[in-house]
């Protein structure tokens, strides 16, 4: 039962904080859609979700009223396409992609993940097909999103894959240049890719998972920042032993929320509930950022000498709060710094105090990894494929999900700003250095092996 306190301090967090539940993401197994004709597929594929996700929204509405906390997205990841879809060829994936779109639009779920390909290892013609169909799919439709795993612990890195994938950017960003290349927000490229991952744009649903799910991202970090801040106007002195705990204490109480409401949206719609995904997940909203986290801790300027021990502190204390909270942990439950999206790094990188090698040194630590991130549109593929296998590096090394979500921007440079409004934000352009000079290593081509403890029983 929850004391007094509890529940006043949770009433806080709401009113005052922004916490909010940032995703309920309903997984769809589309497996049982596949079929000789994409025509046939397509049909298939909407009359499964309207099927399965038709009462999505409406139920995580009367969730959130019952209790007073928003859900801020309603969300889908199917299965992953390339393998129900890929072997159609670039017009089958087309009209299998405007399917999901419009599926999408029909159910009125903000977005759809699981445009999929699985090429740690190697690439068969469905995946390469998909992989090819990226610019125009992600330029064409409105709510899919895609995701491309080219490593994994176990297996390595695919630098072919990277390198295809990494050209589909360019590809894309070009397509999309009136919107200063967003299209590549809608992609990511990962190490170790979570199965059950309720964030976009790389939610994708594992094959093993249960045929339908619902998976929910809590987030709040408004929450993390304020309750820093009692501590310090509270006590004296703080150590960051203290810092820690008071991390762990409100991730715990975030996480119960956050499962409460999921576990009942699955139990009103009739499907289990799969995991809650504790990531701090920041917005461009004052107030709403992991920058600000850390400037709470005593981090003055974000890339500063202290910022990956803080970040590495962060997600550390949130895991272990969010583990003892819930038995059904899992996705991604770390900490996320996506430049764009946070108004605080973004800031940091437009000042200059956050360069792309600080960025990934501090993504070796958290979750996720290099996540929108502008670079300038002259940015050439090898320098991409380099950018990319550098962060899969750090992934396979250490046993960890990492990804990169990077957009290069037509017709500007260092120090200009792109602007994608919304949850997206906006973002000063980083600098690569050395993008001359990476072309050698990367168009080798093949796999990096995987590490040798990969192969540990």
Known sequence: MLRADDILTTIQMIQEEHLDVRAVTMGVNLADCAGPRHERVAERVRDKIRLAAGDLVETCRRVGDKYGIPIVNKRLAVSPVAGLAGH?????????????????????????????????????????????????????????????????????????????????????????????????????????????????????????????????????????????????????????????????????????????????????????????????????????????????????????????????????????????????????????????????????VADGDLSLSKLEAMTSVCSVGLDMVCLPGDTPTEAIAGIIADEMAIGVINHKTTATRLIPVPGKGPGDVARFGGLFGESAILAVPGADAASRFVTCGGRIPAPLHSLRN
């Not at 090819?132 to 709510?143: G, H, W, Y």
């Not at 202290?306 to 899992?330: E, I, N, P, Q, R």
């Open 88 to 348: 159609h060829g670039a017009s089958g994936l087309s009209a299998i992609a405007t399917a999901l779109d419009q599926s999408a639009k029909d159910v009125g779920v903000d977005f759809l993940g699981g445009y999929t390909a699985l090429v740690q290892k190697g690439m068969t013609q469905a995946d390469a097909a998909l992989i090819d169909s990226l610019p125009a799919v992600l330029a064409e439709t409105e709510r899919v999103c895609a995701s491309v795993n080219v490593a994994s612990s176990r297996a390595g890195i695919n630098l072919d894959a990277i390198l295809r994938v990494s050209q589909r950017i360019r590809d894309l960003a070009a397509r999309t240049a009136d919107r200063d290349g967003f299209g590549c927000a809608k992609l990511v490229v990962f190490a170790n890719i979570p199965e059950d991952n309720p964030f976009m744009a790389g939610a994708y649903l594992g094959y093993g998972e249960a045929d339908t799910v619902i998976n929910i991202g809590v987030s709040g970090p408004g929450v993390v920042k304020r309750a820093i801040e009692r501590l310090f106007e509270s006590s004296d002195p703080v150590t960051l032993l203290d810092v820690a705990e008071e991390i762990k204490t409100t991730a715990f109480r975030v996480t119960r929320v956050g499962e409460l409401i999921g576990r009942e949206v699955a139990q009103r719609l009739g499907v289990p509930f799969g995991i809650v995904d504790l990531s701090l997940a920041p917005t461009p909203a004052v107030g709403d950022s992991v920058g600000e986290i850390l400037q709470a801790m005593g981090v003055a300027k974000i890339g500063a000498p202290g910022s990956t021990a803080a970040v590495a502190m962060l997600t550390d204390a949130v895991k272990k709060g969010g583990a003892f909270a819930s038995s059904s942990v899992g996705g991604l439950s770390g900490a996320f710094i996506p430049v764009a999206e946070d108004s605080v790094l973004a800031q940091a």
